[in-house]
């Protein structure tokens, strides 16, 4: 951790100070104590975490789906909209997968990003999903497989969004004053999204958690929900996402034990990589003062020996290559030290950041032997 840093500049030493501090990325292994030290860590983690009020807002009929919206109450703000597909065949319980949407600066919508609903989707999803998605929603590709999957809005997208009024009279004109005029309100919605996140961070810090305690919190609530669902088998659970959904499948792997496998895509790196690199990632990656403690890779190995599959991009913009291989390293010697190094599969795949068909196949394969062949 000695060099100069371009981000940095003539604090570059700062780094090496730091490390005389105290250690940091220490190795933590996979058990209990770790798990625990990740909830401590993130906070927003003593209550109880069932969805309250719960409502079938309206079902539906389409493509070989079975369709549902639903929703609930996290016990604050407005409620959390999802929606929940299983082949329309079904005559039995079936495996359940949690899917978790992105982050990509992109916060009006949140499910509707990776999954389509009973109308056609804007011709805005249409483009966004173009280069991270293959083109399609994969949340419907992935039930008719044969799953029951789940997608629900998180604190700060979709239907839990912050309204854009209270965003700008939050961030005040000093900040506002930077936000560039947008063609629509979806892209205003978002440029003035980015910036406030940086807020909601300091709010969550004086709250006692961070913003990665709160959306882990959010996502737990949504995995209890599924896991009471009379259609789910709840001995079979698995979660999965991109980018920030790959973020959060890490944060409820290390926070939820009643997950089966786990599919992490395109968020998979060494802190220590991230010095000088790509620093603009969301809050979510960064618990407040876990560097203390671990490195990435170990809340993700946290609960190993449980299959977890990590996909990475090559030319991925977010993340160097170094990084990713040595995440991926880190994780092997995990899943080792456990006696299992085999239920952990790292995949490389030419290319920048994404979740394309090739590597959708892949995944959908890998987790129907997890949860069928099991």
């Known amino acids: 951790m000695t060099g100069q840093y371009r981000h940095l500049g003539i604090f570059s030493d700062w780094v090496a100070a730091a490390q005389r501090q105290q250690p940091l990325y220490q ?14 860590t993130l906070g927003f983690c003593h209550t109880d975490e069932s969805p309250a009020e719960v409502r079938i807002e309206r079902e539906w009929q389409k493509d070989g789906l079975i369709g549902q919206e639903v929703s609930w109450s996290v016990g604050f703000g407005p409620r959390t909209h999802a929606y929940v597909f299983k082949p329309a065949n079904a005559t039995r319980t079936l495996p359940g997968i949690v899917a978790l949407h992105d982050h990509s600066d992109f ?8 999954a389509d609903g009973p109308e056609e989707p804007s011709p805005v999803l249409n483009e966004f999903r173009k280069t991270p ?12 497989e044969g799953f029951v999957v789940l ?46 996140e940086h807020w909601v961070s300091k709010y969550c810090n004086i709250l006692g958690t961070s913003m990665a305690g709160v959306v882990a919190y959010e996502d737990r609530i949504a995995l209890n929900y599924l896991l009471s669902r009379t259609d789910v088998d709840s001995e079979q659970i698995a979660c999965i ?23 992490i895509v395109g968020l998979m790196t060494t802190y220590e990589a991230l ?7 969301t809050w979510m990656l960064f ?14 190995a946290s609960r190993a020996p449980m299959p977890l599959l990590v996909q990475y991009d090559l030319q991925d913009y977010l993340f160097t290559e170094t990084g990713m291989k040595d995440a991926h390293q880190r994780l092997q010697r995990h899943y080792a030290s456990v006696g299992n190094q085999g239920a952990y599969t790292g995949q490389f795949y030419p290319g920048t950041h994404k979740f394309d068909l090739e590597m959708q196949s892949a995944a959908f394969a890998w987790l129907k032997q997890q949860l069928f062949n099991s």
Do not use: C
Not at 27 to 40: F, Q
Not at 133 to 144: E, F, I, K, Q, T
Not at 275 to 281: E, K, Y
């Open 27 to 40: 190795n933590t292994p996979p058990g209990p104590r770790t798990r625990e030290l990740v909830r401590e």
């Open 275 to 281: 010095l000088d690199h790509n620093m603009s990632h």
């Open 107 to 114: 916060k009006f919508y949140g499910k509707e990003k990776i």
């Open 241 to 263: 996402g991109l980018s920030g959904g790959g973020n959060r499948a890490a944060l409820l792997t290390a926070t939820h034990d009643r997950l089966k496998a786990a599919v």
């Open 151 to 196: 997608v629900h809005d998180v604190f700060l997208w979709g239907s839990r969004r912050f309204p854009y009024e209270t965003m700008i009279e939050m961030m005040g004109e000093k900040t506002t004053s930077r936000l560039e005029p947008q063609a629509d309100e979806i892209e205003g919605y978002n440029a003035a999204a980015y910036f406030h």
């Open 287 to 300: 618990p407040f003062n876990w560097a203390r403690h671990g490195d990435w890779p170990d809340i993700a």
């Open 133 to 144: 998605y293959g083109g399609r929603a994969y949340v419907n590709a992935l039930a008719r």
